[in-house]
């Protein structure tokens, strides 16, 4: 089981979309997949196609981390309704922004990583959507994890954000987790006409180097279009969306060539 991290210091930018996006890779792929919602906005669940019951949440397995509650919170994807494989949603609840502390204790940090634990055997990857801070709920996550990916729009703070959080994740790296590693920063919603995004990309590959992903996401209403419908989207019609799906795949190569390498090193 890999455990893959979406991070980014502002809402809006697309984590739920990369997030999603990698889900429907793995779902093409034929992986076993859990999506776990760590953002009280809990934006992962409408593009998962999954309607919200009565089932527990995040928040009450953060409270109460048993294996029966784990069970409880865990929903099934209307992906898999019309296509077979395994998609599932640990649900995300705005409550859970009571563990979004600046400081957790060493229990707290542990917290998500030994819930894993216990499902470990279930899954092949595991997609974390973080909250748009560096907090309780980030550093749970990343503690959790082998890989974190930063997303960003190429704008004019992306830059000074992007920096702080891949020092976040060294300094998690160096005191916590030495299993964690920042796979890199995609750049979405990018314009190819627009000059300011070139001059915004060029800065970070200056800055970044290899850790600017290829590929960069462009802004496709086509993947608002997926979204909306609930659809993944290497399952939606059309050109741009076969790119799209063919980036995602692309970009989840990238998560299973990091893992290996991990693995053998
Ligand atoms: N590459 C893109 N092209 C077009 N729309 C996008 C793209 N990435 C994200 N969006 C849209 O922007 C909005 C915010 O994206 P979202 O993934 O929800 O951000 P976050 O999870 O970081 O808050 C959503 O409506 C989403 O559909
Ligand atoms: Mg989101």
Not at 52 to 80: E, F, M, Y
Not at 161 to 184: H, I, M, Y
Not at 234 to 252: I, K
Request: glycine share 6%; proline share 5%.
């Amino acid at each position: 089981m890999r455990v893959v991290s979406v991070s980014s210091l502002k809402g809006g930018v697309g984590k739920t979309t990369v997030t999603l996006g990698l889900a429907s890779a793995a779902f093409a792929e034929g992986l076993r997949t859990l999506v776990i919602d760590m953002d009280p906005q809990s934006d992962a669940s409408t593009g998962l196609d999954v309607i919200v019951g009565k089932h527990l949440n995040i928040a009450d397995v953060l409270s109460q981390p048993r294996t029966s509650v784990i069970r409880q919170s865990i929903v099934t994807s209307g992906w898999t309704k019309s296509h077979r494989g395994t998609v599932h949603l640990l649900l995300g609840s705005p409550q859970v922004m009571r563990f979004d502390t600046p400081t957790l204790t060493k229990r707290e940090i542990w917290r998500l990583e030994e819930i894993l634990a216990s499902i470990e055997n279930d899954y092949d990857l595991v997609l974390i959507d973080c909250p748009p801070s560096l907090n309780g709920l980030t550093r749970m996550a990343w503690t959790a994890s082998d890989q974190v990916i930063v997303v960003t729009e190429p704008g004019l703070f992306s830059v000074a954000a992007t920096q702080r959080a891949f020092k976040a994740v060294d300094e998690l790296r160096r005191g916590v987790s030495p299993r964690l590693k920042p796979l890199g920063v995609v750049v979405n919603r990018v314009r190819p006409q627009s000059i300011e995004h070139q001059f915004r990309i060029n800065e970070m590959r200056e800055l970044f180097g290899s850790l600017v992903i290829e590929p960069i996401f462009l802004e496709r209403a086509t993947l608002q279009q997926a979204q909306g419908a609930a659809t993944p989207i290497h399952l939606w019609p059309g050109e741009a969306a076969d790119e799209t799906a063919r980036d995602f795949t692309r970009l989840l190569g990238l998560i299973h060539r990091e893992h290996d390498t991990a693995r053998r090193s």
